[in-house]
């Protein structure tokens, strides 16, 4: 408020809030006293004869007797400050009878007074004169913890406090304290461990009793199965003992709580109440009703168990019985005494009716007559008097009484549960104590003298009567009402010995099947919602109820807190209690009130009074405030207008004379009375009482503010009250009516219950709104409007609001309405009153029909009042202001909100009236709940274009579809795939719409432009909705959004083809464009086929993942990757259901191109692998088959699947075949050679059976000529001639003629599918043929659209990888003559593109590389091969190499020269032979091109491996010699070694230096000469192309050239007859394993122009050291 008052501008005095009022009783004469204090009253708090007030500032001041203060002189009259407190900041003040509290904004406690019974936490029984700190810990073992407490209660002997844990702390004496403890008083304050877990909203004190509000919890944990400990006492309930042999598990627990408190044994008192005389005095006598029969009563009940199911006219929720779900505490465990004798309850001892109707007779009787005269009975929390001898044991009582108690019992209770409250008013204040009294009038049979006896009986019957009133289930009140509510009665039916009470009707009435049932009460609460005070309550009492004050039905004392199961669905939102009364505020703005009623204080005369019963209160007043005193209450209400007024019921006071004390015959109130002072104190915000004062807390209307506010929480509480009489006495019944489901329908009962679920959400919502406007009225400190529910968190209203809306609107459009006639004149009888009066509609002859849309569609006018009153209050501000802002924005929003319900109430209703007059047929198809209307042109303003003559064809619009119907024929195309173009009317003069489905385009003419104009706008909008969901309509908060003239070309959308035959019933999810699929999306076939990935033009296009399944094998084909126009097309991965795996090039669904199939049962077993090029699905060309079950590599040509041409097979044992093949065997001249040489030539048949003439060559060179038949390795017949070469030594030739390859396949035809795939990738239809500019945009595009599909997974591409793809996305550009520099520079650029798969050349490489390791690794490391290897490579280079020139054009042909820098000075030289050629020397500097020195260095080291492991196979038996050599020759220390070599003294090296210390050399050194020329020649092995390794063999010449010159101090030139012997010196020391194949692989692959320069003669060197090596003789 002072916020508002700063906005308003007027300087707000302190007399205009906070404003205090007090009076006593209700007579015309009275008129309250103000209370002037400086500052506002933020509040108050009474006890008996004096009061507390909290202003503004946080300071707290008293009035009234305060005997405690002995040093004020008598009473005050003024209020007297408090100053102990002044320097804290309060928050909270509470008033017991004699004693105060305070809580300070830190939490802690303040108490001060009557301290006698230790209610005021402080040890010592004195007074407590000034407010002193009370400390509360929390002691979990470690140090104690303090407690922050919100707010205090306070009674007469005992205190509590609500800590911010919303956990119940007490102190003081009596049972009321709740605590496990019968030692009094409590000084320290304790928790109530009964409560703990429960969320406590509120605390209240009577005199001797307490009252708890609590939240309900959670549903999950309230249907927790029950423990395995009690759960009151905590205890286990089954205790086992071990004996020696065996274990007794025992079940006999029994709880000590619940029942009376201090036996004799335990020896504790409880204090007298220091006013104990004036609190036993017998109370008046409240006017008895005429005693009432059983049966009566249970005619009575059963009358009231219907009335309460239609709803009891006063808008509260339906009333349950006691036996319902209790909202009760822990699962209470039957006490094993009463569980074991439980069937005796069941077999009545009473053997007929009669018998019982007449006990019960006569008990009623008994009791109202014991009534009369109950002076001397008095049930205190003490049980025991002083003079009471001890009860005996309990457990050695006689059985027998158990028996017939717990009968007695189950029969009284079950009883009472079965009919209701009702009946119990007829033995009301009987505790069973009287009627086992009157039953066995001498005490327990077999007992001692009558004292003992009673004191056990009561002692035992009343635990008995405890246990019985714990029985209840847990609480679940979140659960459903009418299922609760049907399970309750059948429950109370089941009960022993009742069956034959209840009436027929009442039985039919709960057999009847009902529709399934509904949950009317929200469940669990959404957390958008958490800001809202929860409805889902319980009230939980404890302590004395000798008034009947617990509202448990009984006038028994409680140890401990339980739950009062009739408030369990009540929403109970406030308690208070009075001394010896308590009260109850629901959500509806109820009372219900209990307990002592003898001046008329609980607002009727109904008795009993130990059970919660409505105050009488007249039609239309809504309490929403509380307060009880001593023998009165006081409430705070809303009448015809929004100014609160006030209602007393209770005591009357009279005055007597000042100073003495007040007349004790004051008058009593029948139900609630006006107070006609009310109106002159303004607007009154809380009440409070205490003793017999009331106080009423006033703010003035400034601005009108505080009345706008008022009318703001006035009008939700009336809302809410409205809408709970809908759900009560309309949607509740209607549910329970039998035929509901034969009259709705299968299609409208579930929207009938939705709609119901929904009018629940919503009402439960006002409810807690109205709750939370109330308190933000009641709590005076902090009025800042800004922190409104409706303001801050309007998206929780409206969205309740939409939902509503549009559930009645379904209902609607279905005809529900029309079809709920039936079951509500069923339910409310033919003139349908209920729903007259709760519609409030004016006009008596409206139709049933339009009375239950109104009544339905009535929360929507609420929005109009929301808008209003926040208007209403913006009004009170500055235009300026923030608060302004706020509230003018929520008012928008709910304006705008009602204006958009009104306009779809309107369709709903547009759409019921156009289904009543549509073809029926057709209705049953096209009718949706969720469908409306938008226009139809059933006035033949549109027609179909080229229709025939007699055809009709009609055109309806709805919100989600276009329907075209014919005369019994229709076809519904959705608007989420609908585009409609209009047609120029230049040349046709027609008013025509081009509509466009996937599937369909047709045109539609229209009867005008104007007409054309609506149709276009109506469709474009509704299509546009469509795609856009709730969000494209009208902006519901306010900012309305812009409409698009059109909705857009290319849109996200689901449709299911139905002509299409390629596509017939698919579903296509995914983008559109057009009206084709266009963009990522997912076709899904009938057949369980499915495709994901991009389309174009309505056919699968671009990456996509193809699924069909295989019904035979029960698994899946799949296909990952390129299509084009519907067809795989390009590069993918076919993984078969049969295990196979297919990747590489597809064309038309088919192989086509180079690819390999993976064949076998798992890939991890792969039996076959094929490599090679295929044509349309078969394999032909080049190919390498490995078939890895034989042991077979068959490499070679291919046709139709079959081999066909020059092949050749290597096997695992060695075995190399050479020939021509012919569909898949081979056939005529070939070539076989085993592993040991020897070799066969001739003709063979059908694979590789020798037949016909051919020569066999032994390894030694022995030979046969002449006709072999038969199989290698099983036995040759052999007709010819033996030879014997080295006996003539002229046929010497023939065994050097085998040469192999002949017939294998050339290089340069292998592999050409591969090449063809990059060529066509550059955008070339054959190799060579086509632009540069295009290959290089070709290659721009693939690497920029590969960058873009990764992007999506980053993960895929390292930093450095992106880097080049960057850098290779820029074309070189090169004009004029290719420089030195451009030439290194395309060097670079080839590393770069070789070294990623995305660019068309890594491609390439990549697939090299597969296809060579493919061929040349495991069957195919066969050294047979070596030479096609070579081979192999060199084609690659030769046709890598066209490539490259095609892209660099500039780049001259293999050989030519490019000039370097003329400023290069030609190499030093370091060789100079004799007899040496002049013209070596080169002296034009530059670089020769060639295709080995630019590729190499890409290629080699891919496919070094597989290529070198050849050689070593190749040179194994030469090298084996090498190596034993070298082993021997390496034994020798160094200078042997180089006399042996004959290496010339000079050369030798005299002095060694290691790490910069000099060593000489000795006869013994070894490994130390040369030492670093052999180290760099060891490095040989370490790298992969030629010119690496011919580079290392001119360092090592450099370093001995270094070391030598060293040693001679003097310029110097080599000859070959020096230089030799070191360098074989070095050679041998270097210890190179397979210097053959080094030697070899340098010499195949070396570039040409290298052969004639300084390198080509140091190789020569090398391998001249290499076979010298191997020829040493060793002396």
């Known amino acids: ?114 301290n006698a019974s230790g209610q005021c936490g402080m040890a010592g029984a004195g007074p407590v004169p000034d407010p002193r700190p009370v400390e509360l810990a929390e002691r979990d073992g470690g140090p104690p913890q303090p407690v922050w407490v919100l707010e205090l209660a306070c009674g007469e002997q005992h205190t509590l406090a609500l800590s911010g844990r919303r956990e119940v702390w007490a102190w003081g004496s009596g049972c009321q304290l709740g605590l496990l403890t019968s030692v009094f008083p409590v000084w320290r304050p304790q928790k109530v ?65 619940g029942v009376e408190l201090a036996d004799a044994k335990q020896g504790a008192t409880v204090p007298e109440p220091p006013d104990s005389g004036q609190l036993s005095a017998p109370p008046p006598t409240a006017p008895a009703e005429d005693p009432q029969s059983m049966e009566e009563a249970l005619k009575q009940a059963e009358e009231d168990v219907e009335e309460e199911e239609v709803g009891d006219g006063k808008g509260g929720e339906e009333l349950q019985g006691p036996a319902e779900d209790a909202p009760g505490g822990e699962p209470h465990a039957a006490p094993p005494t009463e569980s074991r004798h439980a069937p005796a309850s069941r077999s009545s001892p009473y053997p007929d009716e009669q018998a019982v109707q007449a006990y019960l007779k006569r008990l009623s009787d008994h009791a109202l007559a014991e009534h009369a005269g109950k ?43 079965a009919v209701g409250e009702r009946v119990a008013s007829t033995y009301e204040a009987l505790s069973l104590k009287k009627v086992m009294g009157y039953y066995y009038p001498s005490g327990v049979p077999g007992g001692g003298g009558p004292g003992s006896g009673e004191g056990a009986k009561e002692t035992r019957e009343e635990r008995m009567r405890m246990e019985e009133s714990m029985q209840g289930k847990k609480s679940s009140s979140l659960g459903d009402i009418r299922e609760g509510e049907a399970e309750g009665l059948s429950r109370r039916l089941s009960l022993p010995g009742l069956l034959s009470q209840v009436s027929p009707r009442l039985l039919r009435k709960m057999g009847r099947s009902r529709v399934p049932a509904m949950a009317l009460t929200p469940a669990a609460i959404p957390e958008s919602e958490q800001h809202l005070p929860s409805l889902h309550t319980e009230v939980w009492s404890w302590g004395r109820g000798k008034e009947g004050q617990l509202g448990h039905g009984d006038i028994l004392p409680r140890l401990q807190p339980l739950c009062i199961k009739s408030l369990g669905s009540r929403e109970v939102v406030q308690v208070a209690a009075g001394a010896h009364h308590s009260l109850a505020l629901t959500a509806q703005s109820q009372v219900y009130s209990w307990g002592c009623n003898t001046s008329g204080q609980l607002g009727h005369m109904d008795s009993p009074s130990t059970v919660p019963r409505l105050t009488k209160m007249s039609e239309g007043i809504r309490v929403w405030d509380v307060a009880a005193g001593q023998q009165h209450t006081v409430l705070l209400a809303d009448g015809d207008c929004f100014q609160p007024i006030l209602y007393y019921s209770g005591r009357q006071v009279r005055e007597g004379t000042p100073g003495s004390p007040q007349a004790e015959s004051g008058g009593y109130t029948q139900q609630p ?81 939705a709609l119901a679920a929904h009018f629940s959400r919503l009402c439960h919502l006002t409810g807690r709104h109205a709750t939370s406007l109330t308190a933000f009225l009641r709590s005076s400190c902090n009025r800042d409007v800004r922190g409104l529910a409706m303001l801050e968190h309007a998206a929780v209203f409206l969205d309740a609001y939409k939902e509503y809306c549009s559930s009645v609107g379904n209902f609607l459009v279905m005809g529900g309405f029309q079809a709920l006639l039936k079951p509500s004149v069923e339910a409310f009888g033919k003139g349908l009153e209920a729903l007259q009066r709760l519609a409030e509609s004016g006009e008596e002859s409206s139709p049933p029909n339009d009375l239950l849309v109104t009544l339905f569609y009535m929360p929507m006018r609420h929005l109009h009042e929301y808008g209003r009153l926040l208007l209403k209050l913006a009004t009170c501000f500055e235009v300026s202001s923030l608060e302004y802002q706020k509230l003018q924005d929520g008012c928008s929003k709910y304006e705008a909100l009602a204006l958009h319900l009104k306009r779809k109430r309107k369709e709903a209703e547009y759409t019921c009236h156009f289904w009543k007059s549509f073809p029926g047929k057709m ?88 007409e054309k104009a609506k149709w276009l706008r109506a469709i474009n909008q509704a299509v546009d909705q469509a795609l856009g969901g709730a969000a494209a309509e009208v902006g519901v908060l306010g900012s309305s959004t812009v409409q698009r003239p059109e909705p857009p070309i290319s849109r996200t959308a689901s449709y299911t083809f139905y002509k299409d035959s390629r596509l017939k019933e698919a579903i296509y999810e995914g983008r559109w464009l057009a009206g084709k699929p266009h963009g990522r999306g997912l076709l899904k076939w009938p057949d369980d086929r499915t495709y994901t990935g991009t389309f174009k033009n309505g056919l699968e296009d671009g990456f996509g993942d193809y699924v069909v399944p295989n019904k035979n094998l029960n698994k899946n084909d799949q296909y990952q990757g390129h299509w084009k126009e519907g067809r795989m097309h390009g590069f993918g991965v076919y993984r078969y259901a049969t295990g196979e795996v297919y990747e590489g090039s597809f064309q038309d669904h088919m192989r086509h191109g180079h690819g390999m199939l993976r064949s076998g049962k798992l890939n991890s077993s792969s039996p076959s692998v094929f490599i090679g090029q295929w044509v349309q699905d078969k394999k032909t060309g080049y190919g390498v088959f490995d078939d890895i079950t034989r042991g077979e590599k068959f490499m070679g040509m291919w046709q139709d699947d079959q081999r066909q041409g020059n092949g050749l097979v290597v096997t695992q044992f060695g075995l190399y075949y050479e020939g021509t093949f012919a569909s898949n065997k081979m056939s005529g001249t070939g070539t076989l050679l085993s592993e040991d040489d020897t070799t066969f030539q001739g003709e063979f048949s059908e694979d590789w059976t020798l037949n016909g003439k051919g020569m066999l060559t032994m390894p030694n060179g022995d030979y046969f000529e002449g006709t072999f038949n038969g199989e290698w390795g099983t036995g040759l017949k052999v007709t010819g001639t033996y030879y014997k070469p080295n006996l003539y030594d ?282 670093s020329a052999v180290e760099t020649l060891q490095q040989i092995s370490t790298t992969f192309t030629p010119s690496d390794k011919l580079q290392v063999i001119q360092q090592t010449f450099e370093e001995i050239t270094q070391e030598v010159l060293a040693l001679l101090k003097e310029d110097f030139l080599w000859s070959m007859d020096d230089l030799f012997p070191v360098f074989l010196y070095v050679v041998l020391r270097a210890r190179i394993r397979n210097l053959g194949s080094e030697v070899s692989l340098i010499e195949d692959l070396m570039d040409p122009c290298v052969q004639h320069g300084e390198h080509g003669i140091m190789f020569t060197t090398l391998k001249a050291c290499y076979y010298q090596i191997q020829h040493e003789k060793i002396t």
């Open 1 to 114: 408020m002072e916020n508002h008052a700063n906005c308003s501008g007027e300087e707000e005095s302190c007399r205009e809030r906070g404003l205090l009022h007090l009076w006593k009783g209700y007579s015309c004469s009275v008129t309250p006293e103000k209370l002037l204090l400086s500052r506002p009253v933020l509040q108050a708090a009474l006890g008996t004869r004096h009061g507390v007030l909290l202003v503004e500032g946080g300071q707290v001041y008293s009035f009234g007797e305060m005997p405690w203060k002995k040093a004020l002189p008598g009473n005050p009259v003024e209020p007297v400050l408090e100053a102990e407190l002044s320097s804290q900041r309060v928050v909270f003040v509470a008033a017991g009878s004699f004693h105060n509290g305070a809580v300070t904004e830190d939490g802690v406690v303040h108490m001060w007074g009557e």
């Open 193 to 257: 461990e009964h409560l703990a877990g429960r969320h406590v909203l509120q605390v209240a004190c009577g005199a001797f009793h307490s009252l708890a509000l609590v939240q309900c919890l959670p549903p999950e944990a309230a249907r927790r199965p029950p423990q395995d400990k009690c759960g009151q006492c905590n205890q286990l309930l089954y205790t086992m003992t071990d004996k020696e042999d065996h274990v007794i598990i025992s079940d006999s627990h029994y709880c000590p709580l």
């Open 375 to 417: 002076s001397a009975i008095t049930v205190q929390c003490a049980q025991q008097r002083k003079g009471d001898p001890a009860p005996p044991d309990l457990t050695s009582m006689p059985q027998p009484t158990t028996t017939v108690g717990s009968a007695l019992n189950s029969l009284v209770v079950s009883c009472a549960s």
């Open 673 to 753: 009375v006006l107070l006609p002072f009310c109106m002159n104190l303004g607007y009154v915000s809380s009440v409070f009482a205490g003793g017999q004062s009331c106080l009423a807390l006033a703010d003035q209307n400034v601005m009108g503010f505080i009345a706008s506010l008022h009318e703001l929480a006035a009008a939700e509480r009336k809302f809410y009250c409205r809408l709970s009489n809908v759900k009560g006495q309309i949607l509740r019944p209607l549910l329970a009516v039998e035929s509901l489901a034969a009259s709705l329908g299968s299609a409208s009962t579930p929207l009938f219950q």
């Open 923 to 1010: 209705t049953d198809s096209l009718r949706k709940p969720t469908r409306r209307l938008v226009c139809e042109s059933s006035n033949k303003a549109l027609t179909l274009q080229n229709a025939g003559r007699f055809s009709v064809n009609w055109f309806i619009l709805f919100n989600d579809a276009l329907v075209h119907a014919q005369f019994s024929t229709h076809h519904v195309f959705p608007l989420a795939t609908l585009w409609v173009e209009p047609i120029s009317e230049e040349n046709s003069n027609l008013y025509g719409l081009k509509v466009t489905s996937p599937e369909e385009t047709f045109t539609l003419l229209s009867s005008s432009p104007m």
């Open 1290 to 1571: 002229g046929d010497k030739d023939k065994s050097r003629a085998i040469k192999l390859g002949s017939m294998a396949v050339r290089p340069e035809e292998k592999w050409c599918a591969v090449f063809e795939e990059c060529w066509t990738r550059l955008g070339c239809d054959a190799p060579g043929r086509g632009e540069n500019s295009k290959a290089w945009e070709n290659i721009a595009v693939a690497l920029t659209t590969s960058r873009r599909q990764h992007k999506d997974s980053p993960e895929l591409l390292s930093r450095s990888h992106n880097k080049t793809l960057e850098s290779l996305e820029f074309i070189p550009q090169h004009v004029g003559p290719l420089t030195l520099e451009k030439y290194n520079s395309v060097q670079r650029y080839l590393i770069k593109a070789c070294d990623t798969p995305l660019h068309p050349l890594g491609r390439l490489i990549e697939t090299l590389v597969a296809v060579y390791r493919m061929t040349y690794v495991g069957v195919g490391a066969n050294r047979r091969l070596l030479q096609q290897a070579v081979g192999e490579i060199k084609s690659y280079l030769s046709r890598i190499f066209q490539l490259v020139r095609f892209l660099f054009p500039d780049l001259p042909e293999e050989g030519a020269v490019i000039p370097g820098p003329a400023s290069e000075s030609p190499e030093k030289r370091v060789l100079s032979s004799p007899n040496e050629a002049p013209q070596l020397e080169s002296p034009q500097p530059g670089r020769v091109v060639s295709s080995s020195a630019l590729l190499l260095p890409v290629l080699l080291p891919r496919l070094y491996p597989p290529l070198f492991t050849l050689y070593a196979l190749e040179k194994e038996r030469e090298e084996d010699v090498y190596w034993e050599c070298v082993l021997r020759l390496n034994k020798q220390p160094d200078l042997a070694l180089l006399a042996f070599l004959g290496v010339q003294r000079k050369f030798w090296p005299v002095s060694i230096s290691v790490l910069g210390e000099k060593f000489e050399v000795l006869p013994n050194t070894k490994d130390a000469c040369f030492a």
